[in-house]
């Protein structure tokens, strides 16, 4: 179930890519069936080597062309072990609503990006993330659980503080917000509840591509989206410097030289 829609966020074979915050893969396992070269960091060590095992399945079974490589490792968001301008995208999903310094966070991912390069930024909407707040405090007031809600303009407000240019934006996965308002309200670890069991069935019979069914939801989450996605998706670039600040560079670093 992917958040990031390549269609609005191109990837190229042999791009190198940082998925920031991995989780489970998902977005990387498609980067690498993409051809890109990725790198998949997460803090979780155990879910780090799941990704791992999942990306040498993926090789074993010629799943990515030619040239695709993959990488899982653990490390700090705030403290990436990559030089500057080493990625040509950077993907971070649902991840900035977990962590209190969001702005070192983005900053990290700017050094990180070549400029001209991209980057999807996607996190839990306003609307549908606040209904599961008022619903229930257990959903949210967790260990490593989410610490704020972005609106859209305020997400977009930090991207473009931290020198990125925002191109497009959109909604996803509109059919896991009601699971998620049922799953707040009759207990968010209570899978037993009929209500939440239905509906748990029904994504994955969509997830599933169950003749039929898949249709309809598919085409229902596609109406639903701009109404009530669960999650908020943005895309941005790194401008290139100017012609004059690369000139200033210059000038600074040839005056440090002279010293």
Not at 116 to 123: F, K, L, N, P, S
Request: with cysteine; aromatic share 8%; charged share 25%.
């Amino acid at each position: 179930m992917l958040t990031v829609d390549f269609t609005r966020f191109p990837l190229a074979a042999g791009d190198r890519v940082l998925d920031l915050g991995c989780g489970a893969g998902r977005h990387a396992f498609e980067c690498y069936r993409r051809g890109a070269q990725v790198v998949a960091l997460d803090q979780n060590g155990e879910e780090i080597r799941e990704v791992a095992k999942w990306f040498a399945a993926m090789k074993e079974a010629g799943e990515a062309p030619e040239g695709a490589t993959a990488t899982a490792m653990e490390g700090d968001a705030l403290q990436l072990p990559f030089p500057d301008e080493s990625f040509d995208v950077v993907i971070i999903s649902e991840v900035m609503e977990h962590i209190p310094d969001d702005k070192g966070v983005l900053a990290e991912m700017v050094r990180v990006l070549k400029p001209g390069g991209r980057i999807a930024v996607t996190v839990p909407r306003y609307g549908p993330e606040k209904v599961c707040w008022a619903l229930s405090d257990e959903y949210h007031e967790v260990e490593g659980g989410h610490i704020r809600i972005y609106k859209a303009e305020e997400l977009l407000g930090r991207m473009r503080e931290a020198g990125l240019k925002p191109y497009g934006t959109h909604h996803a996965h509109a059919l896991h917000s009601p699971y998620w308002w049922l799953k707040c309200a009759f207990g968010v670890d209570n899978d037993k509840a009929l209500p939440v069991r239905a509906y748990h069935q029904l994504l994955v019979w969509d997830i599933m591509k169950t003749k039929g069914i898949s249709t309809l939801t598919r085409a229902a989450e596609r109406a639903l989206n701009p109404v009530i996605g669960k999650s908020f998706v943005a895309y941005a670039t790194k401008p290139h410097l100017p012609k004059a600040a690369v000139a200033d560079e210059a000038v600074v670093a040839s005056s440090a030289g002279a010293k």
